[in-house]
């Protein structure tokens, strides 16, 4: 776990040497925890809201289609997209610009911003990992100069409203397992508990505590499971994830075999991205417009994009998981 100094935190920046040890972290284990990034008050208003939103799903007393797919009480919850609940030290914050431009490289760009919910009495999450690797063999990551195992292209940001410790659930983690090459060769869905020698080699688990304020910069390749939660208390917790500028899908995953036309409108185009059925799209995060200035007033000093675009009104607790993260009801604000 790594603490910021008042000076770091007053400039904005990390010192050199700390940000090497994160980045080696990262590289190494697949994550590393900052403390003290987001605000007191940015973590209360949001608090606040996500608890709200989270009572009134599960007051349904319909388990929802995330639910369904990995495990009971673990919500994939749409977040406030407009003023005040867009804060700049979480979405514009320049030390996560930096440590995210240190893993992805410039013109990295922020493709979700989600909350991650585990509700009272929550079940077990399968064990499984976020995204595949960019590079499926040696030989293919020797022919783009890259290192075997290859690099990630896309960084988790796991955000701490409040304490995330065992006793609310925290995430289990198997620290290294970013670099399991094994799973390269893994068919569509295949999950690591299938692979009991994988786990023992790379067991014993552990989980992912991070301080309120803090944030969990994680490799999605690493194996992890969401965990129940005894406390009896709602844990809201946020996901930012950013993506390498290599990644032309707006799930952040490069696409391979773009028709020559396909690949120079992305290139013409950084908002474009390749679409789940393989058009081109928008592939923007949506914000009311309320927000914008919040956003604009702090471009990355690091190249991050935001990524974003405003319009009018948006209902944030619909389509969290589509292109853009919410349902837009009134269009873009020119």
Not at 271 to 282: P, T, Y
């Amino acid at each position: 776990m790594y603490t910021l100094t008042e000076t770091e935190k007053s400039q904005g920046e990390i010192a050199v040497d700390k940000l090497a040890q994160v980045v080696a972290n990262i590289e190494v284990e697949g994550f590393a925890v900052v403390e003290n990034l987001v605000s007191i008050e940015s973590r209360q208003i949001l608090l606040d809201v996500i608890r709200e939103d989270a009572l009134a799903i599960k007051a349904a007393g319909e388990l929802t289609p995330h639910e369904k797919h990995t495990g009971e009480g673990h919500l994939q919850l749409g977040l406030p997209r407009s003023a005040p609940y867009v804060r700049a030290d979480l979405l514009a914050n320049a030390i996560v610009d930096q440590i995210v431009a240190a893993i992805l490289g410039e013109k990295a760009w922020l493709g979700f911003y989600n909350g991650n919910v585990n509700m009272p009495g929550s079940t077990y999450q399968p064990l499984h990992f976020d995204r595949p690797f960019t590079w499926k063999t040696k030989q293919a990551a020797e022919a783009d100069g890259e290192d075997w195992p290859p690099r990630a292209t896309t960084l988790s940001c796991s955000v701490a409203l409040e304490d995330i410790t065992t006793a609310n659930g925290a995430t289990e983690i198997y620290p290294g397992t970013h670099r399991e090459t094994a799973v390269t060769k893994w068919a569509r869905g295949e999950r690591p508990d299938a692979h009991p020698d994988l786990l023992g080699k790379w067991g014993p688990p552990a989980r992912m505590i991070i301080p309120a304020g803090g944030i969990c910069f994680r490799d999605p390749r690493m194996w992890h499971r969401g965990m129940p939660n005894p406390s009896g208390e709602v844990r809201p917790m946020i996901a930012m994830t950013f993506h390498a500028a290599l990644a032309n899908h707006w799930r952040g995953v490069p696409v391979r075999d773009l028709a020559s036309e396909q690949l120079a409108q992305c290139q013409r185009d950084s908002n474009l991205k390749v679409m789940d059925d393989g058009s081109i799209g928008d592939g923007r995060l949506v914000f009311e417009a309320s927000a914008r200035e919040i956003l604009e007033a702090h471009p990355s000093q690091y190249g991050i994009a935001r990524n974003a675009r405003f319009v009018k009104k948006l209902d944030h607790k619909v389509d969290a998981h589509l292109v853009g993260g919410a349902r837009v009801l009134e269009e873009e604000v020119k």
